[in-house]
């Protein structure tokens, strides 16, 4: 049986052990976002293996500083490998504690140096988004939630990404003209193509 995507399932996927977590930044190190968005510089890549497929759930990009120039996010997925050069490998943790220990079958990366080597083809756009004053400035003193997205919930356009014989991707980029710093929590749930396409 093909799997139910209604937004009732969330709870229960965790339940399952299927719904893992990365995050930028963390405590109270912000990770630094990039100046502008590029296509194959993301600040959080998600690769699924070929025969893996993950339904994205929430993104929440946490402002901590900007300066006077634009902020920009844009979420995007991709129908080949865009790459990891120049990132760093972060290990998906499982948002069930009881399945601590099983594994993510997919990869992600943060912290771009660079480009990761590969354009990204087929490329669909989930989330924009757009401030063109100092973040810092709307917000007086105190932080906010600038950017989310749960397509599950009427925030950005839903989303599957993964086939059966190639690597796939999902892309959170930040830009803001200044530095800017700040913290990206990424959420989804996998499956196999198998289980997910099953009839």
């Known amino acids: 049986m093909a799997i139910d995507l209604s937004k009732n399932n969330?709870?229960?996927?965790?339940?399952?052990?299927?719904?893992?977590?990365?995050?930028?930044?963390?405590?109270?190190t912000p990770a630094a976002f990039e100046t502008d968005l590029v296509r194959q510089t993301p600040d959080l890549l998600v690769r699924t293996a070929a025969g893996v497929v993950i339904v994205p759930l929430r993104v929440l990009v946490v402002t901590e500083a900007t300066g006077a120039a634009v902020f920009q996010c844009l979420i995007s997925a991709c129908n080949n490998d865009p790459g990891n050069s120049n990132m760093t490998a972060f290990t998906p943790l499982?948002?069930?504690?009881?399945?601590?220990t099983k594994a993510s079958t997919v990869t992600a990366y943060i912290t771009s140096t660079g480009s990761t080597g590969t354009a990204p083809t087929g490329v669909s756009d989930l989330l924009r988004v757009y401030v063109q004053p100092d973040i810092d400035a709307?917000?007086?003193?105190?932080?906010?939630?600038?950017?989310?997205?749960?397509?599950?919930?009427g925030k950005g356009v839903p989303t599957i990404i993964g086939d059966d014989s190639n690597i796939n991707a999902w892309m959170i980029h930040v830009g803001n003209g200044t530095s800017s710093t700040g913290y990206i929590h990424a959420q989804w749930?996998?499956?196999t193509y198998t289980e997910f396409y099953a009839a």
């Not at 977590?21 to 109270?28: P, S, V, W, Y």
């Not at 709307?138 to 919930?153: E, G, R």
């Open 10 to 28: 969330e709870l229960q996927w965790i339940k399952e052990g299927r719904v893992f977590f990365a995050e930028h930044g963390a405590l109270t």
């Open 94 to 100: 499982n948002c069930n504690t009881r399945y601590a």
């Open 138 to 153: 709307i917000t007086s003193t105190a932080t906010f939630d600038q950017v989310v997205y749960a397509p599950f919930h």
């Open 189 to 191: 749930a996998e499956f």
